[in-house]
């Protein structure tokens, strides 16, 4: 049990992936954690969070509202400041790092507070272990698709925040230090799905940048599967990507919106987007070995490479363009999620 009696902190806490992630040590699915720490700097979606804890009342949630009130801790703070960094891992066995500045134009039209959060803070965080009398055994770095081949700033940071945790691996040898990295989460906060969601209950219209363009699909658990895959099997320095279907995103809004009469409207490509998503670039699958049901890609620096045998598990670039489902499959994917 990987979990069992481990002190645990979450960067990034309250977001969509932090409040999963810690929802998931609670169940103790992988080990019952002494200490679950949502770190974070925005005290009103602590308060929001703390809330959602106390009024649990469906029986089955009996086991994490125990656990939430014995286990789960707060701290505000930002991984910008080195000092609160620093004091936020004391005692910390393992530290997920999830805060980041996600959204694309944002970090277009702000390039300065995206290098803060999302490299600054990784740099921060690897200084503060480096510092550190009891530094944690393993940090896991939470990355994203746009990360591979960057062309947009948030892509540029997500990838600089991967180098930064993986090199950190031959300077702090008591830490394994490993990333994980995924494309679009059906229901985080500024996807698609939650939006077309709200623009169907309003009557329309749908708004799609592209007609072209394509999505891997992934819940949220989904997404936590690929953070524990990463802990059971993961070696220091890989970088590891779930195995995932992708759909196109108009195929997406027609399902949802159904036999309703909604036109949708193409909008073009917001600043910095994506047409199709990249987990693997031409460059990583030489370098690449499946796991299970999952993708690692071995580390880019020789010295921290492991030698495996047996052939390379991809022979060109993992896009979202190459595995779109068929409308059946994607019917069923929305229908199990509850989104028609």
Known sequence: MLFEGKKILVTGGTGSLGKTLIYRLLTSEMGKPEKVTAF????????????????????????????????????????????????????????FNAAALKQVPTCEYFPMEAVETNVIGPHNLVRAVLESNHPPELVVGVSTDKACKPVNVMGMTKSLQERILIQANLESKKTRWMCVRYGNVIASRGSAIPLFQEQIKRGGPVTITLKEMTRFLLSLDRAVDTIFATVRWGKAGETFIPKCPAARVVDIAKLMIGDKKIPIVYTGIRPGEKIHEVLVSEEECYRTVARENYYAIQPILPELRSEEKGKRSLTKEYSSSDHTINSDTLSDILKTAGYI
């Not at 089955?60 to 509202?65: H, R, S």
């Open 40 to 95: 974070s700097r925005d005290e009103a979606k602590q308060h929001e969070m703390r809330l959602e804890w106390k009024h649990l009342a469906q029986a089955t949630d009996e086991v994490v509202y125990k656990e939430a009130h014995d286990l789960l801790h707060f701290q505000v703070g930002d991984v910008r400041n080195y000092a609160t960094l620093c004091r936020a891992i004391r005692g910390h066995d393992i530290v």
